[in-house]
Nanobody, 122 residues
């Protein structure tokens, strides 16, 4: 049974930093696509960052240059380093994983964590 558990969320002031972690169990993170998504109140879910099995990464325009996705395959853990946080980054952040090396669409992410709340105050 695949389980993804996020941690590291919290409340920070604008300009601050947080690092989210996603611990995967029952799932070999190495070689498979993983990603971070977020959903803010009243808004649609947005894919924030993507990490493919071949180490390719990509980011939403809104976070490029501020967020970094990485993974530690030995620990089966995905990370999201968030710097220069803005109030508009406030959202529930979700870790997701797929069963293929590259997830071209959101529907290819099959496994989801329960989320970690990030709140950024101005």
């Amino acid at each position: 049974q695949v389980q993804l558990v996020e941690s590291g969320g919290g409340s920070v002031q604008a300009g601050g930093s947080l690092r989210l972690s996603c611990a995967a169990s029952g799932y070999p993170a190495s070689g498979y696509c993983m990603g971070w998504f977020r959903r803010a109140p009243g808004k649609e879910r947005e894919r924030v960052a993507r990490s493919d099995g071949d180490a390719y990464t990509t980011y939403a325009d809104s976070v490029t240059g501020r967020f970094t996705i990485s993974r530690d395959n030995a620990k089966n853990t995905l990370y999201l380093q968030m710097n220069s946080l803005k109030p508009e980054d406030t959202a529930m952040y979700y870790c997701a994983a797929g069963a293929r090396a590259t997830c071209f669409s959101d529907s290819q992410y099959l496994y989801w964590g329960r989320g970690a709340q990030v709140t950024v105050s101005s």
